[in-house]
C-alpha cells in the first residue's frame, strides 16, 4: 500500500499545521499507523503513532504540540501540529507500523518549512 501525503506548506515559528494521510488504494482494515519525518541530512524519524483502537505514543520532542488522530482503523490519518518550531521542519510521511517497524510503501511526503 502506497500513501499519500498532504497539508504541508511554509509556516512561521509558534504556527499550526495539519497534516493528511490517505492511501492510493482501498484498504479494507489499517492497524498501527505513524507519522514519520526526514530533514534534510538526517534519518527518517518516528514522531506520533496510533493504534486502531486510538491509542497515541509521540517523539519526546513534539509531546503536547502535535496530535496524532484517525477514525477508528480508518483512514485518514491525521496529524495537528501546533506551535511549530524550526527544527520541525523536514519532509513528513505516513505508514502503517507494525512489530515497530515500517511495512508500507512510502509516498511523497510533504514539506513543511518552519521558518520566520
Known amino acids: 500500500v502506497q500513501f499519500v501525503e498532504s497539508g504541508g506548506g511554509l509556516v512561521e515559528p509558534g504556527g499550526s499545521l495539519r497534516l493528511s494521510c490517505t492511501a492510493k488504494k482501498s484498504i479494507l482494515s489499517i492497524y498501527n499507523m505513524g507519522w514519520y519525518r526526514q530533514a534534510p541530512g538526517k534519518q527518517r524519524e518516528l514522531v506520533a503513532s496510533?493504534?486502531?483502537?486510538?491509542?497515541?505514543n509521540y517523539a519526546d520532542s513534539v509531546k503536547g504540540r502535535f496530535t496524532i488522530s484517525r477514525d477508528g482503523a480508518k483512514i485518514p490519518l491525521y496529524l495537528q501540529m501546533n506551535n511549530l518550531k524550526t527544527e520541525d521542519t523536514a519532509a513528513y510521511y505516513c505508514?502503517?507500523?507494525?512489530?515497530?517497524?515500517?511495512?508500507?510503501?512510502w509516498g511523497q511526503g510533504t514539506q513543511v518549512t518552519v521558518s520566520s
Open positions: 496510533i493504534t486502531d483502537g486510538g491509542t497515541t
Open positions: 505508514n502503517t507500523i507494525y512489530r515497530g517497524l515500517p511495512i508500507g510503501s
